[in-house]
């Protein structure tokens, strides 16, 4: 019912940027939670930052100061704004949607950050 679709992956230097964008379509209710996800070659699937409905955010160490995420309710879209990138943030990253009784993933968007 609820599909999701990421997009602004791609190539960059270390130092780069890079902003990923995830749109959720269907039958969306709130509260919820939209969040960025990535797993890198051998490693477990991680959370890299997350905000709520109500605009609550939350990020994992390694990437604060760096990465932002924000969103917009009215079009159900997460964006992850990235700087500073290095090559440790190489990975899989993929956008989830968890509801109170539900739970989304997007098909994934590859960042490589080459130095």
């Known amino acids: 019912q609820v599909q999701l679709l990421e997009s602004g992956g791609g190539l960059v230097q270390a130092g780069g940027s890079l902003g990923l964008s995830c749109a959720a379509s269907g039958s969306i209710f709130r509260p919820n939670v939209m969040g960025w996800y990535r797993q890198a070659p051998g490693k477990q699937r991680e959370l890299v930052a997350a905000?709520?409905?109500?605009?609550?955010?939350n990020y994992a160490d390694s990437v604060k100061g760096r990465f932002t995420i924000s969103r917009d309710n009215a079009k159900n879209t997460v964006y992850l704004q990235m700087n500073s990138l290095k090559p440790e943030d190489t990975a899989v990253y993929y956008c989830?949607?968890?509801?109170?009784?539900?739970?989304?993933w997007g098909q994934g968007t590859q960042v490589t950050v080459s130095s």
């Open positions: 905000i709520t409905s109500g605009g609550n955010t």
């Open positions: 989830s949607l968890k509801g109170i009784k539900s739970e989304y």
